[in-house]
């Protein structure tokens, strides 16, 4: 009977969470439907190539209806949704049959869709694990990791030998982000492969609609991921280690710290937040920069603007295409009466590239004046925890890499990722200098 159980268990939550939604969006997409072309734009359609589709969006009204939730582009209502009380994140479970059917098939590893998830769950939960991370992870422990995020961009450039092709997301984009936050983590070097490839493999997980191999790879990259961070906690609990989730393990608010599981969830997506984003960051700037000569100059000439540049980097080719929250209450929004349970989609990168607030909004300037009002680490409680310590990787990653290699230039054979809200470079082709240096 178990065996049976644990066979059918996965088909029906690919089923439920992937394959009728699979089908409803193609046939959506089919029809025209707005939503269903977003959602299925993969990893083929950069972000940038989307901002038709954006614009589309925001002119049918700052709230429209797709054909499975509420569509936002419009950057004022975005940050609205995102910041009202009478909105949650995470989807309402299903009633009667249907959530009875996900109760029974769902998953027994973590998952950063499902709670205790810092993702998806609300106050007081929420404020709790918050507090708790945010007391260890504050704004200066970030500072303090400039000098050595530097030495770690300069290690990794030392590594590659400028006179070959080189693939900078493997070398370097996605090699940066995660050494840090390994370090940060206390995990040792000789697991951050094994971390990395499972964190990569897991990363379609925030998507919806994939295909049943998709799903599998997705759920046996969780469920290792689940099974490292507990061995993980425990050594440290036995050694703790200079480091913030040591820190964490020891936190106490009222004498009350984490359980178990809710310290695998927060350091679990803290450590696949931490790099799975920040390699996009560092891709997308790179290609950015090196599209755009004439910024790159003005960094050159005035490199206080750097923080400025990460900024309108991240407004303009955002690494979280989207979220969403759903109403908890029968309410409005711009006008548009929104239903309880019904999810309202909030399109960071629509918001990113609303004109009502940014100017040419497909310019990348890297003196745009409010570069920073951008949305891409969310807005109100959810707002991304890792938000500085992302924007102070960014600079070194990508100032560092310019600095030493002022006349890198990017070679054929550049693709996307194909997740559908996490967006940036798979590969990234280069040669660090354009001719050989012998
Ligand atoms: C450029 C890099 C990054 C981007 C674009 C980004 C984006 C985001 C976004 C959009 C959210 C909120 C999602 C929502 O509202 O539903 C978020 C939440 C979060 N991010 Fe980031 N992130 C980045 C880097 C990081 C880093 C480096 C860390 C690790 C320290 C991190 C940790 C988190 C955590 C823990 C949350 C959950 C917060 C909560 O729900 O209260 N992020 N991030």
Avoid at 116 to 132: F, G, N, Q
Wanted: aromatic content about 6%; glycine content about 8%; hydrophobic content about 40%.
């Amino acid at each position: 009977m178990t065996r049976v159980a644990d066979v059918a268990k996965p088909v029906v939550r690919w089923g439920l969470n992937h394959g009728m939604p699979r089908t409803a969006l193609r046939l959506a997409a089919r029809r025209g439907d707005l939503q269903a072309r977003l959602f299925t734009a993969g990893g083929t359609t950069p972000t940038l190539g989307m901002t038709d589709l954006f614009d589309e969006i925001r002119a049918r009204g700052a709230v429209s209806k797709g054909a499975f939730t509420y569509l936002t582009a419009s950057h004022a209502v975005v940050r609205e949704v995102l910041g009202r009380n009478d909105f949650r994140s995470g989807i309402t479970p299903a009633a009667g049959f249907w959530g009875r059917l996900a109760r029974w098939s769902s998953v027994a590893f973590l998952h950063p869709m499902a709670p205790p998830s810092l993702l998806v769950t609300e106050p007081p939960d929420h404020t709790r694990y918050r507090r708790l991370v945010t007391r260890v992870f504050t704004v200066r422990a970030v500072e303090n990791l400039r000098g050595r995020t530097e030495e770690i961009a300069n290690e990794l450039l030392d590594t590659i030998d400028p006179t070959d092709p080189v693939d900078l997301v493997e070398t370097y984009c996605g090699q940066l982000p995660v050494t840090v936050i390994a370090e940060i983590l206390g995990v040792p070097p000789e697991q951050r492969g094994t971390v990395s490839t499972l964190g990569s493999a897991a990363s379609p997980s925030l998507d919806m609609g994939l295909s049943w191999g998709q799903f599998r790879r997705v759920e046996s990259a969780l469920a290792a991921f689940d099974a490292w961070l507990a061995e993980h906690l425990e050594k440290l609990k036995a050694n703790p280690g200079d480091n913030l989730l040591s820190r964490l393990v020891a936190a106490r608010e009222d004498g009350v710290g984490l359980t178990d599981l809710e310290l695998r969830a927060t350091a679990g997506l803290v450590l696949a937040a931490g790099f799975e984003t920040t390699v996009n960051l560092l891709g997308n700037g790179t290609a950015l920069l090196h599209d755009n000569p004439a910024e790159l100059a003005v960094l050159r000439e005035d490199p206080a603007l750097w923080p400025n540049a990460v900024d309108e980097i991240l407004r303009i080719d955002p690494p979280v295409m989207l979220t969403g929250r759903t109403a908890t209450h029968n309410t409005e929004v711009a006008g548009v009466p929104v239903p309880a349970g019904a999810l309202v989609t909030t399109i960071l990168a629509g918001a990113n590239h609303d004109p009502a607030v940014f100017p040419e909004p497909r310019r990348f300037d890297v003196r745009r004046p409010n570069a920073r009002e951008h949305i891409s680490f969310s807005a109100g409680r959810h707002y991304c925890l890792g938000a500085a310590l992302a924007r102070m990787e960014g600079e070194v990653g990508l100032r560092t890499l310019f600095d030493r290699y002022p006349n890198l230039r990017l070679i054929p054979g550049a693709t996307h990722r194909n997740t559908r809200i996490l967006r940036g470079f798979e590969r990234l082709p280069a040669r660090l200098t354009p001719w050989p240096m012998h």
